[in-house]
């Protein structure tokens, strides 16, 4: 999955990419208080179906959602806000259990700026 990740890829794009992961958490550097109401942090985690949907929790509703993919790249835009870094971190756990992980970085332009090392972990 890393090495199918390039420089300039959209969010889209990566999503379509590597959306079959373990764990999939997203954040920016978007400035933001950080004693406000949890639901107003820059992040979120989401979870892809084999039904094409993505789930995410819901803060403010309490619940687990169901997503389209225009819906998960739609709140992406809304949680992370455009113009600030992004990071992806994509966790794959095997059989032994490790963890794998590596991390998609986006520059303020929405487009991968940078593909980090895997590395491993359990």
Same mark, same amino acid.
């Given at each position: 999955?890393?090495?199918?990740?390039?420089?300039?890829?959209?969010?889209?794009?990566?999503?379509?990419?590597?959306?079959?992961?373990?764990?999939?958490?997203?954040?920016? +550097?978007?400035?933001?208080?950080?004693?406000?109401?949890?639901?107003?942090?820059?992040?979120?985690?989401?979870?892809?179906?084999?039904?094409?949907?993505?789930?995410?929790?819901?803060?403010?509703?309490?619940?687990?959602?169901?997503?389209?993919?225009? +819906?998960?790249? +739609?709140?992406?835009?809304?949680?992370?806000?455009?113009?600030?870094?992004?990071?992806?971190?994509?966790?794959?756990?095997?059989?032994? %259990?490790?963890?794998?992980?590596?991390?998609?970085?986006?520059?303020?332009?929405?487009?991968?700026?940078?593909?980090? %090392?895997?590395?491993?972990?359990?």
């Amino acid at each position: 999955m890393h090495d199918s990740i390039h420089i300039g890829m959209t969010v889209q794009q990566v999503l379509d990419t590597a959306k079959d992961c373990d764990v999939f958490q997203a954040g920016s +550097e978007f400035p933001y208080d950080k004693k406000a109401d949890g639901d107003n942090i820059p992040a979120m985690g989401l979870s892809w179906r084999r039904d094409g949907t993505y789930g995410t929790y819901d803060l403010a509703a309490r619940r687990d959602i169901s997503l389209t993919e225009s +819906e998960a790249i +739609e709140r992406l835009h809304t949680k992370l806000h455009d113009g600030y870094k992004w990071h992806f971190h994509y966790t794959y756990i095997n059989m032994t %259990p490790m963890h794998v992980s590596f991390t998609v970085v986006f520059g303020p332009d929405g487009r991968v700026a940078e593909v980090k %090392p895997v590395y491993g972990w359990d």
